[in-house]
């Protein structure tokens, strides 16, 4: 029994070439290829690119092969990549207004500059299981139009024409660095945002849902949703202008809030703001609504104790390689601090029964 | 990517360089948890990510590493620990205490006596040893400004009403120098005496709640108590089955299912050192059971 323990190498490696064999599965089943993985299990990929906080298709697919499907695993491979490549130049900040739009809706006016364009989403699909894609039929191909190449102004620059949605002023503050900073709070909104879009899906989720039922109302709409590709510059001081470097995909959702006003702000309609890589709607949404729950503070609302308000809360628990990381660290050996506890109980226990005695003696 | 594609000691230098400076900065402020900019390594949090980033930036080529968790060389995350810094630091290792240059530990204390030049870097899950009482950083940040540690001492007097003695049995707080309330780590209580005065350097990392803390040579760490309670470090009332030790630290295994159980020292390498010159305990036989079936 004392024996069982030790050979820790031995069980490492063979648990190891087990986890290898149980990944490749069924050896007569065709292996999966990285590039099938980028092109047919995009969406997986995407979360991957945004919680892993690196933009790379490819890269994201061999985590997920890799990661035998484990989203948040994948995650994590991807994290400990990063943090070992060099920071060579920070990009300038992307103009979503000039982005190539594949999707684009607006909840708040049924038309508007730019138009409504619906794009690629399960949003009127049925949800009826397709077994013709278990035969592995051909898809027809999708109608297109030609593209446009005008900018698509954004919803909430009409609002603000009028004076109905608090002013958003630009800065050129240089935003702190979660990746290259420790965290420090009380986090400004830049942080706030970062933490946010790297932050895990189900929890940020979880999150804007809560705020839905009330905790933390905000009163959302969306004013607009957009997906679709925006270039890359970086400033190249040789050169003396930018240098286009290539092209991501992005969701940027943009929430305006109904807000009668508060002690310190007129009434007006605010804003909740998400951007996350690739196609990630449900999450761009829904860090849109964490992030008008956090501004309660600048907005002069009372904070009512909801989660979704609390910035210590959602900030230091959304990483899920943190939070799976210390979750499941509990598995690894504790019988050192058990012993301690077991003792612990023993004397305690000990000292109960010893009570009862002299009690029942009295 | 071969492992050449690797710093040595996998951390670059830059962030090295980073993790010294909060490290120093520990040094001078005994006790003092640092805020550092906490990397992702490739083990996952809660594995030691804070003392492997500690580890890699004191690991010198010359240095001799040891690692251990729960107190023995062996077990599974000890043996992974190693492994890493072997195949990104070539470093030698060393599973004796008194060899060891730099000593990776979780949950222990090695029971051989620490030296001078010797580094014992410990994996930290929670630093904060106010963490339970109250669970906001920006408070707490606050309370060791101000030294307002009374809730930690109303939490120990309520323990004593509650329980006729304090139910803290591991990560047991301590006092540095007179002024930091700090965590040990999970160690037993039994082996807070050598936290204080230890000839050796003592580093703290805590990986995901980017925090580094330190007790350099010979502070003095006090266990919290009151005068008519005072701190008693404890173990299983037993010896050790192997080799006989009396105040070594004990781990208990079940070894049949009608009750029946041994103590054996934690710190593998001191029970095995004490055997190796002679010393025998209640269960050891000169054949030892090497293999499992």
Known sequence: MYVAVKGGERAIDNAHAWLAEERRGDPAVPELSVPQIREQMALAVNRVMAEGSLYDPDLAALAIKQARGDLIEAVFLIRAYRTTLPRLAASAPVDTGAMAVDRRISATFKDLPGGQVLGPTFDYTHRLLDFALMAEGEVRVAVSAPATPDRVPHVTGFLNQDGLIEEAASSDALPPDLTREPMELPADRALRLQALTRGDEGFVLGLAYSTQRGYGRTHAFVGELRIGTVTVEVDIPELGFSVEIGEIELTECETVNQFKGSRTEPPQFTRGYGLVFGQSERKAIAMSLVDRALRWNELGEDFTGAPAQDEEFVLMHCDNVQATGFLEHIKLPHYVDFQSELELVRRLRAEVAAAARQEAAE | ?293
């Not at chain 2, 009374?150 to 309520?158: I, N, P, Q, S």
């Open chain 2, 1 to 293: 990517m071969t492992d050449q594609a690797y710093n040595f000691a996998y951390l670059d230098e830059q962030t090295k360089r980073m993790i010294r400076r909060a490290i120093l900065k520990g040094i001078a402020v005994p006790g003092y948890q640092v805020p550092f900019a906490s990397r992702e390594m490739p083990m996952p949090y809660g594995w030691g990510t804070g003392g492997v980033q500690v580890t890699a930036a004191c690991l010198v080529p010359e240095d001799r590493l040891k690692v251990i968790d729960q107190g023995a060389d062996d077990t599974t995350n000890a043996v992974s620990i190693r492994k890493f810094f072997q195949r990104t630091a070539g470093v030698e290792v060393t599973e004796a205490t008194a060899a060891a240059t730099l000593i990776q530990t979780r949950h222990r204390i090695p029971e051989t006596p620490l030296t001078r030049g010797q580094i014992l870097v410990y994996q930290v899950p929670i630093p904060e040893p106010l963490r339970f009482l109250e669970p906001r950083e920006t408070e707490t940040r606050k309370m060791h400004e101000l030294e307002e540690y009374g809730l930690m001492h109303v939490k120990l007097y309520e323990d004593i009403a509650r329980h006729g003695q304090i139910a803290t049995s591991y990560d047991y707080p301590v006092k540095v120098e007179g002024r930091y309330v700090m965590a040990p780590s999970p160690i037993p209580k039994f082996d807070n005496p050598k936290l204080s005065g230890n000839p050796a350097i003592q580093l703290f990392g805590a990986g995901r709640e980017q925090r580094i803390y330190a007790l350099p040579p010979y502070t003095s760490a006090v266990s919290l108590d009151f005068d008519d309670h005072p701190f008693q470090a404890s173990k299983a009332p037993h010896h050790c089955d192997l080799c006989g030790a009396k105040n070594s630290y004990l781990d208990e295994v079940i070894t049949d299912d009608h009750g029946g159980r041994m103590f054996v020292c934690s710190d593998t390498d001191y029970c095995a050192g004490r055997r190796a010159a002679g010393q025998k305990g209640r269960l050891w036989s000169p054949e030892p059971q090497e293999a499992a079936p």
